[in-house]
């Protein structure tokens, strides 16, 4: 993990530390609502209003891997959140967030899924990375050498856990929540995973995830 321990709560590979502790996503979905969101936030980094998604990223001087649109979120914004993650998650001998293809996961479940509220914040998020960026180093968050993005992303995590009523304090803390459940539940991050139809069961001590299993194979087989 290359960002300072001691500065953040990001995950760290010895640890695999989530917090779940921002269960702020709202269910209900409308497009009118979504669209009325964008264009209503605020805060201290700055309004970033929801723009018609690009398939195409004007990438020329970029530090960061451009990617390609998705369901969802534009190619800049794709291309940022693919960074952040890969920033987060970090780089071993774990799986990387390439190999469990977490962020086009999230993309297509925010299109999907989510409510307009959830969407609106998501979709500023990256904005306000840049104006937070721009802040510290003059600069877009994209535009930035590895080591500066360590930084700012360093600084905008300790904010957001430290100032959590901040809007986009709590559009920052869903997308790791998200990012983490979602990289950290795939069959290549988990050697041990194992599908169970049924309800979902989180926080299983070894000896009741083994119960559970007995139980399952049991009912299969009788």
Known sequence: MLIPK????????????IDMSYPTIDPSSSRRGFLGLCLAGGGTF????????????NSNDWFIASRTAGSFFDCDQMSIFSDV????????????????RAVRFIDGMIEEWAGPKLKARLTR?????????????KRSY??????KREQVLSEFDALAFS???????????????????????SAEANRDFVRV?????GDLSADQYFEMIRDKAESFAG
Not at 85 to 100: F, H, K, M, R
Not at 197 to 201: E, F, R, V, W
């Open 6 to 17: 001691q500065k953040t709560t990001l995950i760290t590979h010895s640890e695999w530390t």
């Open 85 to 100: 993650a890969s920033l987060i998650v970090g780089e071993g001998d774990w799986p990387s967030v390439e190999d469990t």
């Open 46 to 57: 700055g309004l970033v209003a929801c723009a018609p998604a690009a398939s195409v990223c």
């Open 125 to 137: 998020l990256p904005g306000q990375l840049d104006r937070f960026a721009e802040k510290l180093f």
């Open 142 to 147: 994209a535009f930035l050498e590895r080591e």
């Open 197 to 201: 139809p049924g309800t979902y069961h």
């Open 163 to 185: 100032k959590p009523q901040l809007e986009e304090s709590i559009g920052y803390r869903e997308f790791k929540t998200l990012l983490l459940k979602v990289h950290l539940s």
